[in-house]
């Protein structure tokens, strides 16, 4: 049973444009969710998070939206660069323990 | 800083010859995590330890074995390896639940045949 899910497995978009990835949750244990960004041959790395508390959080160009009852969030990103051509993961967290469970991700690819 | 650093990076193995992944981490770190990412599958938990000494179960922990002697370090054990394990392999470390940002490592790339 999927609790964090990606369903787009893909995205192209033109430079300067803006860039939406979608992820859908399952478990209502779930109060904290991050993006994390990962190229080819590396470690995923931190991106942007949001609390449960929050609807909205903006860093630079990205900015993660929730919806708690849709238990839905999304990452924008604008204007889109082709460095930010990577596949993109949401995770998310819950309980005691900091376990992160994590979708299937996105790729990404944004043409210049 | 050279963060959390795994070794070795690339390694072919046969079926059922056995191995040792290890993961160093220089943050002193608390929580330590060994993670597995196939095609169309994301990141998966294999096995996790949140301090020294302890050592927990992720979703996929069948075939796996790991041991925190020490606080830096996470070892992760293949017995005897299976080409369902051929994957790549991502430590990840954290100094507490609070904390915001989960470190990786570069990964292990992890071929049975």
């Known amino acids: 049973d999927q609790q964090v899910k990606q369903n787009s497995p893909s995205l192209s978009v033109q430079e300067g444009r803006i860039s939406i990835l979608n992820c859908d949750y399952t478990?209502?244990?779930?109060?904290?969710f991050l993006w994390y960004k990962k190229y080819p041959a590396e470690g995923p790395t931190f991106l942007i998070s949001?609390?449960?508390?929050?609807d909205k959080n903006e860093d630079g160009r990205f900015t993660v939206f929730l919806n708690k009852s849709a238990k839905h969030l999304s990452l924008h990103i604008v204007p889109s660069q082709p460095g930010d051509s990577a596949v993109y993961f949401c995770?998310?967290?819950?309980?005691?323990?900091?376990?992160?469970?994590f979708g299937k991700g996105t790729l990404l690819t944004v043409n210049p | 800083n050279a963060g959390v650093t795994q070794t070795p990076k690339f390694r072919v193995l046969k079926t059922g010859q056995s191995m040792t992944l290890l993961c160093a981490q220089d943050m002193n770190h608390e929580y330590m995590y060994w993670y597995r990412q196939d095609p169309g599958m994301g990141l998966r938990l294999i096995h996790y330890s949140v301090g020294e000494g302890t050592t927990a179960k992720g979703e996929v922990p069948d075939g796996y074995n790991v041991s925190r002697l020490k606080k830096q370090n996470f070892l992760l054990g293949l017995e005897s390896a299976a080409p369902s394990q051929t994957s790549v392999y991502f430590c990840?470390?954290?100094?507490?639940?609070?904390?915001?940002?989960?470190?990786f490592g570069s990964g292990t790339q992890l071929s049975v045949l």
């Open positions: 995770a998310a967290s819950g309980g005691s323990n900091y376990k992160l469970t």
């Open positions: 990840a470390s954290i100094q507490s639940p609070t904390n915001e940002k989960l470190f």
């Open positions: 478990n209502s244990m779930f109060d904290y």
């Open positions: 949001i609390s449960s508390i929050k």
